[in-house]
């Protein structure tokens, strides 16, 4: 999905994905070469919900893998469920509770429901997706047990289904270049980035990215840019929206002479993990993408909260109310993947209001303080998850149990 440039190629790539569905059937039904012997199961992103069809046809379980939190599974759930009421509740826009949560969680309308204003084919999508769940033998979830036990126990009782959190994925394979190659190549040598962290102070760097998906405009760039100068902080910032334009890309390069040292501006994909496990880095003004949220608390590093659409608002709310290690930016409306210049959502951020939840963020009081051992201690709960006899060890135990 990384590679689609367009909101408007999403759909068509998602149809042309469905396109392999008798392919793959085919290979699998083919004797192996190589001697293998025929699968036990298929373990497929919820979003190849066509998979469930070639399961059945091959008489294997199909096991569902969600790159979503087991908050964001547990709450839509909950929001579907309640979707009458709350509607009449929150006319107007206003924020509502979320009913039968054990914390008070409140969002808007837009935020519950990402998918309330796409296009027909876009739904009937969601419908299709939705239907091979129901079916699913299982799900698979990049999430630990300590992390959002109430959650995927909730989720458990309401589907009857096996759910095994398997994560953090980001700790599975923890030497430097296996770090560096998580996601696509990063677009600046390790070495570059590593020696810069090494020449900062512990815990005084702000790491900043919008994602892989969302697109900023040069307007909004320059605000966030500004916000960072007028911070003092030393940070690492990903923009890869100065691969693609020449006007980004000659703003940014007039920043980095502005700032010197005390900046480092990625022109593209980052090695992330790389970086917030490094211990120059205080901080992480992130998205909230799921992976990359998990990816913070695997690292223990405390977050400013900017979601753009999606699961990223009830992920906010996960991180900033229930397990307390983040502060918000302040966003309250989804933004469109990719925002127009000279829109209404050119800018959603200003400078100033970037500066001030950096400047939460890195708080040296007693608040700032408690924030970032809390997320320390989630980081040790992480690392333990992932251990042998933790428990997405087990997880992933009951899984090959299950299979076999």
């Known amino acids: 999905m990384d590679l689609v440039r367009s909101v408007n190629l999403v759909l068509p790539f998602m149809r042309a994905m469905f396109l392999l569905r008798a392919p793959l059937e085919t290979h699998l039904r083919s004797p192996d070469p190589d001697r293998w012997p025929p699968p036990d199961c298929i373990i497929s992103d919820t979003l190849h919900y066509w998979t469930a069809d070639v399961a059945r046809s091959l008489s294997i379980p199909r096991l569902s893998f969600h790159t979503t939190s087991g908050f964001f599974l547990t709450c839509s759930l909950i929001l579907e469920r309640h979707r ?18 054990p914390q008070p969680i409140r969002v808007t309308m837009t935020q519950a ?27 698979i979830i990049n999430t630990f047990e300590e992390l959002e036990h109430w959650y995927l126990n909730s989720y458990r009782g309401a589907t009857g ?15 430097a270049e296996a770090k560096a190659a998580r996601g696509k190549e990063s677009s600046v040598k390790i070495e570059v980035v590593v020696r810069w962290l090494d020449r900062q102070k512990a815990g005084s760097v702000v790491l900043v990215s919008s994602g892989s998906v969302a697109r900023n405009t040069l307007a909004q760039l ?31 390069t007039e920043m980095e002479e502005r700032i010197g040292e005390r900046g480092l501006v990625i ?34 590093v405390p ?27 302040g966003v309250r409306e989804p933004t469109a993947v990719v925002v127009e210049e000279g829109s209404l959502e050119e800018v959603k951020v200003t400078r100033d209001e970037l500066r001030r939840a950096l400047a939460r963020l890195m708080d040296s ?29 087990q997880s992933l135990e009951n899984i090959i149990r299950f299979v076999n």
């Open 303 to 329: 977050m400013a909260t900017w979601p753009h659409f999606y699961d990223q608002f009830l992920n906010e709310r996960l991180v900033v109310d229930v397990l307390r290690v983040g502060v918000e930016v």
């Open 365 to 393: 009081g007693e608040e700032g303080k408690r924030r970032r051992q809390r997320a320390r201690d989630l980081g040790e709960k992480a690392r333990r998850a992932m251990e042998e006899a933790g428990s997405s060890w």
């Open 161 to 175: 289904k096996l759910v095994w959190p398997v994560g953090p994925l980001s700790l599975y394979k923890e030497g």
């Open 267 to 300: 022109k593209g994909w980052m090695p992330q993990v790389t970086i917030l496990s490094h211990v120059a880095v205080g901080g992480f003004m992130t998205h909230c993408g799921w992976n990359s949220t998990l990816e913070a608390v695997a690292a223990g």
């Open 84 to 101: 009458a009421e709350l509607q009449l509740l929150s006319s107007g826009g206003a924020p509502f509770l979320i009913p039968d949560l």
């Open 113 to 139: 429901f990402p998918h309330s204003h796409a296009e027909p084919s876009s739904n009937k999508m969601m419908e299709d997706i939705g239907a091979a769940d129901d079916l699913t033998d299982g799900v």
């Open 222 to 252: 320059m605000q966030i840019g500004y916000g960072l100068e007028d911070s003092g902080m030393a940070f690492v910032w990903a923009i890869k929206e100065a691969r693609d334009s020449e006007e980004v890309s000659r703003w940014v």
